[in-house]
């Protein structure tokens, strides 16, 4: 089994306090350009167990990773990242932030 695990830099380097922080996790398989939703999760933790069906089923998955500060009113920009899988194995294809 995989799982992915994500550091938040804000948390990292003092800016953000230990736990305050939400993040919304949405997975996306994807079959040539057409997507579907398999999961969407809120949670304060910076790791996430990949459902090993997803990896068989699915060419690539992607991970959209959001985050809320707290007090704050709204998601960040997503953090997009890519996985590829080949007869259930991944690898990492790319990272991708939306500014």
Excluded: C
């Excluded at 167990?49 to 690539?60: G, V």
């Amino acid at each position: 089994s995989y799982e992915l695990r994500f550091e938040d830099l804000a948390v990292h380097y003092g800016f953000e306090p230990e736990g305050a922080s939400a993040y919304l996790l949405d997975v996306i398989g994807k079959q040539g350009k057409k997507g579907v939703r398999l999961m969407r999760e809120e949670t304060h933790e910076r790791s996430f167990k990949i459902n090993s069906d997803w990896l068989a089923q699915y060419p690539s998955l992607d991970i959209l990773i959001r985050t809320r500060r707290q007090g704050g009113k709204g998601w960040s920009p997503i953090v997009r990242v890519e996985i590829n899988s080949d007869g259930g194995n991944a690898s990492l294809a790319g990272i991708y932030h939306q500014d």
